[in-house]
């Protein structure tokens, strides 16, 4: 059984960082995308980040470029997201999902096949 578990999540004062981890057991993704998403209230889910299978490429949805930066580790099946310089409108669920088909990075919502349960991320101003 898949499971993604996302950490790192918490209250932070604006312009402050916090990382945020997804651990994915079950099975192997190091030939598949790993991204995060973020859901803040009222509002749909939204691409953050994603990253290729290898690491070598990385997207950023435009609102969190220079601030955020993705990476993995093939090696504990685990995706990172840090997050510098946060700002009030960063608040939301962040979400971690692995894409459902190999050797690509996608940057929609319908392409990633399992989800993590999401950690809460507020930013207070």
């Known amino acids: 059984q898949v499971q993604l578990v996302e950490s790192g999540g918490g209250l932070v004062q604006a312009g402050g960082s916090l990382t945020l981890s997804c651990a994915a057991s079950?099975?192997?993704?190091?030939?598949?995308?790993m991204g995060w998403f973020r859901q803040a209230p009222g509002k749909e889910r939204t691409f953050v980040a994603t990253?290729?299978?290898?690491?070598?490429?990385?997207y950023y949805t435009d609102s969190v470029k220079g601030r955020f930066t993705i990476s993995r580790d093939n090696a504990k099946n685990t995706v990172y997201l840090r997050m510098n310089s946060l700002k009030p409108e960063d608040t939301a669920v962040y979400y971690c999902?692995?894409?459902?088909?190999?050797?690509?990075?996608?940057?929609?919502?319908?392409?990633?096949?399992?989800w993590g349960q999401g950690t809460q991320v507020t930013v207070s101003s």
């Open positions: 990253i290729t299978w290898n690491g070598r490429s990385t």
């Open positions: 079950g099975r192997t993704f190091s030939t598949y995308a």
């Open positions: 999902a692995v894409d459902s088909t190999p050797l690509r990075a996608p940057t929609s919502r319908a392409d990633y096949g399992y």
